[in-house]
């Protein structure tokens, strides 16, 4: 009988495992994939940036679409070989910025504290 109740509590256990990590999975995030030679990223409405993080070769580029809410773009962590930051508010346009050097990109919306995403270059 003890047997049956620690095989059913393991099966139990496995199964909120499971669970919990689907539920720590943002919305704004895409699977890990390999790089592309481009990518889109998103400023929406509410506030992100999607999708994020986004993994593009080395020399690819990636088009930032801005919708109806003005956002800016800008490289903080400015690792060497960052493209230009959109330091301009903008608004209903795409900028598409080129990344020449492999790294992690990490950009923020200084408008909207907390906005940020990641370009991985590889």
Same mark, same amino acid.
């Given at each position: 009988?003890?047997?049956? !109740?620690?095989?059913?509590?393991?099966?139990?256990?496995?199964?909120?495992?499971?669970?919990?990590?689907?539920?720590?999975?943002?919305?704004?995030? %895409?699977?890990?994939?390999?790089? %592309?030679?481009?990518?889109?990223?998103?400023?929406?409405?509410?506030?992100?940036?999607?999708?994020?993080?986004?993994?593009?070769?080395?020399?690819?580029?990636?088009?930032?679409?801005?919708?109806?809410?003005?956002?800016?773009? !800008? !490289?903080?962590?400015?690792?060497?070989?960052?493209?230009?930051?959109?330091?301009?508010?903008?608004?209903?346009?795409?900028?598409?910025?080129?990344?020449?050097?492999?790294?992690?990109?990490? !950009?923020?919306?200084?408008?909207?504290?907390?906005?940020?995403?990641?370009?991985?270059? %590889?």
């Amino acid at each position: 009988m003890l047997a049956l !109740f620690a095989r059913h509590a393991r099966l139990h256990f496995a199964s909120l495992s499971l669970f919990a990590l689907a539920a720590c999975g943002g919305a704004s995030t %895409q699977p890990v994939s390999d790089p %592309q030679p481009s990518a889109t990223v998103n400023a929406t409405n509410a506030l992100r940036f999607t999708p994020t993080p986004v993994r593009i070769t080395v020399g690819g580029t990636v088009t930032f679409t801005f919708g109806s809410v003005e956002h800016d773009l !800008f !490289f903080d962590n400015a690792p060497d070989g960052a493209p230009a930051s959109i330091t301009a508010p903008t608004s209903n346009t795409s900028v598409t910025r080129t990344f020449d050097r492999a790294g992690t990109f990490v !950009f923020n919306c200084h408008i909207h504290p907390g906005m940020s995403g990641t370009v991985i270059v %590889q």
